[in-house]
């Protein structure tokens, strides 16, 4: 793969912190649809190739084909093949998944990170970016999801609104006490790391 591996660390945390194959996008492409030869897979950064894999494709399974080296040494030739297997779609057609190629795994997953080799998520033991979110902040981006819902002004400091047009009482009230919980855990969490006690916040 053009340039891949060198200088990283042997493992990261995060799904982000890796390059990535997507079966989905590989279908969308026709990469899945039959036999093709000579495809080149890039990854790109501000308009420039910072990586690229060959592949031959296929319903059945795809053929990857790259260099990939460790901390600066010498360039190793990566060549083997990844099954693909079909499961049919709740209102028709199929959707596609790659079977994990590490050895005794097999996961049926729709995404592979680039290591030495692409694997699935668990055998790279990697979490998703919100998991490494601080709860204060994971209760922000919560409370504002629900806001947006409800078509309130964004930003939990600006208080609650009404309830929408057309949404149940019992559904907007579930909604509001959600919001809340959220928003005060928000404001604790933050309390909390700016050294502040919850009777500091909260009162006697």
Known sequence: MGGFGSGRKAQRDCTGDYLALDVGALAGAGVLNGPARGLAWEWKRNAEVIAWVRMVGGADSIVLDYKTRRSGGEWEPM??????????????????WFLCPAAGCGRRVAKLYAGRLFACRQCYRLAYPCQREPADERAVRRADAIRERLRWVPGFLNGSGGKPKGMHWRTFYRLRTEHDMHADACVLGAAARLGFSVRDVLGD
């Open 79 to 96: 060549r083997y093949p990844v099954r693909i297997e079909w499961t049919a779609c709740n209102y028709g057609g199929r959707r596609p």
